[in-house]
């Protein structure tokens, strides 16, 4: 049974991520784990008795909205092999997914983003950056708020074959793909014109772990940047999903860094699957 992780702050954004995790694995035996974060700063200027009162009304609430949201899926619930659970902590949003997904021992973590605030071409929003680099050992599917969910058809996996390839690192993609009878895109965004030997017995690796999927590779031409390069590759070949093994020998670590966020759009209208860094 797949053990799927939601962040939940009942915005439009949140509520698609969900429908997008449900459509995924709508052929799958799931728990889905709605976590609801709600942060209360003790004020020092405030007694002990009024911050309790503060705290205690924001959990009622959070547990409030949770209910509600709990009994419209189960009435709307379409899927038998679906069920709910809802989760209300007071802590920082990083800690508590943390500490879900390590105490539910969570499959996937899918978050929707609707960009950082005051930069709309910049994909991915602040506190998306945290969790993907905060959490280091479960796959993350990061959802653009506007995508309609859809099953994916057409996955495109960025790779300059620089490491080798592990099972378990892939085993989630994988997954997806033979329950969804995908193709894959194997996409080689690098300048160089030919691999080296390391990169070729790399490529050989990973063609064993593949052997029974529909995969071809493609060299894409770096251009610009990276990210621009994947992007326009995605756009043209009419992708569904992007796949990233987070390592530092890709543009997706650059792109995390808080220095190259501000300066680099990656403005993707697809959802992302992050793939840990595993061996």
């Known amino acids: 049974m797949k053990r799927i ?14 429908e997008y995790a449900r459509e995924l694995f709508n052929n799958e035996e799931c728990i889905f784990f709605l976590l609801n974060v709600y942060v209360s700063n003790r004020s020092a200027m405030l007694s002990e008795e009024y911050n309790d009162t503060i705290l205690d009304k924001m959990s009622d609430e959070s547990e409030h909205e949770l209910e509600v949201l709990l009994k419209k899926l189960i009435k709307n619930n379409n899927y038998s092999n679906h069920e709910f659970k809802a989760i209300s902590v007071t802590d920082t949003l990083l800690k508590a997914i943390n500490h879900v997904s390590i105490s539910k021992k969570i499959n996937y973590i899918v978050m929707g983003t609707k960009g950082a605030k005051g930069a709309k071409e910049i994909f991915l929003g602040s506190n998306t950056v945290k969790v993907i680099n905060g959490i280091n050992k479960c796959p993350i599917i990061v959802v653009p708020q506007n995508y309609i969910p859809k099953p994916p058809s057409l996955i495109a996996f960025s790779t300059n074959f620089k490491r080798t390839f592990y099972q378990n690192e892939l085993e989630p993609l994988i997954e997806i793909v033979l329950s969804k009878g995908s193709k894959i895109n194997i996409a080689r965004i690098m300048d160089e014109e030919y691999l080296t030997n390391r ?14 999927l529909d995969y071809i590779f493609c060299k894409i031409d770096v251009g610009n940047s990276e990210a621009e390069a994947l992007r326009n590759f995605t756009m043209q070949t009419e992708s569904d999903l992007i796949v990233l093994i987070h390592h530092k020998q890709n543009f997706f670590q650059k792109l995390l860094e808080e220095d190259v966020v501000d300066k680099i759009s990656f403005n993707s209208v697809l959802p992302i699957l992050i793939l840990p860094e595993l061996k």
Do not use: R, Y
């Open 199 to 212: 990169q070729n017995i790399n490529k050989e690796t990973l063609k064993g772990l593949f052997h029974n």
């Open 5 to 18: 992780l939601v962040p939940i702050d009942f915005s439009t954004n949140a509520l698609n991520a969900l």
